[in-house]
């Protein structure tokens, strides 16, 4: 008798299985996220600029193409937070409010967050944290920057419009403005390259939300206590234009007008 049959069939049948589990595995990152390593942005921020503040665009959409990033909602009803898959909105009450997939965006930029490299940072304004991540990044790529930690203190705004809506330069003149000492939270921050001139925000574009979820928007100011620093490189760019597209356009030095500090105007 051969008693070494029935085991060698056990093991080809073992190895079978584990040769087909492993080809599943394989490629189930791949059906779960096919834009992984994409950055992909709703329409253009100089349609934005021209006062495109509504879109068919749903956010349950937005989230098949990222877990992590930064925009606005339909009526320029607010700041936009992704994070960790969740759609977080931060209104001109200076509340935040969880968003239903069925809320639209006109404009917003997400990835899948893969982190790279971590970094801890210490001390550091806003500015001082945008030199700090000049020389640990490639300047000519895209990257999804989150910094989790301590800060001394955040200044944030949010925004809201009404039809006829104005320019987006108009709009943010009526943005209202918070201010949080000594808090733990999340900077949500896109960083686009030059080149991105009218598509996107060049430089670095950070959006703030409380780990009590009680306090967000588009940072203006902050001052890091201890935090860590995460980057994720993102090679490729995923753009989406509204059935009704419209370009707009922009003059020189009003990105910066509505996205900084109104006293650096
Ligand atoms: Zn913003």
């Not at 945008?130 to 895209?142: A, P, W």
């Not at 080149?195 to 670095?204: E, K």
Request: glycine share 8%.
């Amino acid at each position: 008798m051969n008693s070494d049959k029935p085991s060698r069939l056990i093991l080809c049948l073992f190895l079978f299985q584990t040769l087909s589990l492993y080809a599943v595995e394989k490629s189930v990152p791949q059906q779960i996220t096919p834009f992984a390593e994409t950055l992909t942005q709703i329409s253009t921020i100089n349609s934005l600029m021209a006062g495109n503040f509504d879109s068919a665009f749903t956010f349950g959409e937005l989230k098949h193409y990222g877990d992590f990033g930064i925009g606005t909602f339909n009526s320029l009803d607010g700041e936009m937070i992704a994070l960790d898959g969740k759609i977080y909105q931060a209104r001109v009450d200076g509340k935040i409010y969880s968003t239903p997939d069925s809320a639209k965006t006109p404009f917003s930029t997400v990835t899948f967050f893969e982190p790279d490299e971590k970094f801890p940072v210490t001390g550091f304004s806003l500015e001082e944290l945008k030199k700090f991540l000049n020389d640990k990044i490639n300047t000519n790529f895209f990257y999804a920057i989150r910094i989790d930690g301590d800060f001394n203190y955040v200044k944030t705004r949010s925004v809201t419009s009404q039809k006829p809506y104005p320019p987006l330069v108009d709009a943010v003149k009526k943005q209202v403005i918070f201010e949080k000492k000594d808090v733990r939270g999340t900077l949500v921050g896109i960083y686009c390259p030059d080149f991105m001139n009218g598509l996107n925000v060049p430089g670095y574009h950070f959006h703030f939300l409380s780990d009590d979820r009680s306090f967000g928007g588009h940072v203006l100011e902050a001052k890091v206590n201890h935090a860590t620093a995460t980057i994720d490189k993102t090679p490729a760019f995923n753009m989406l234009l509204p059935a009704d597209f419209s370009p707009g356009g922009s003059k020189k030095g009003d990105i910066d007008r509505v996205e900084k500090e109104p006293t650096a105007r």
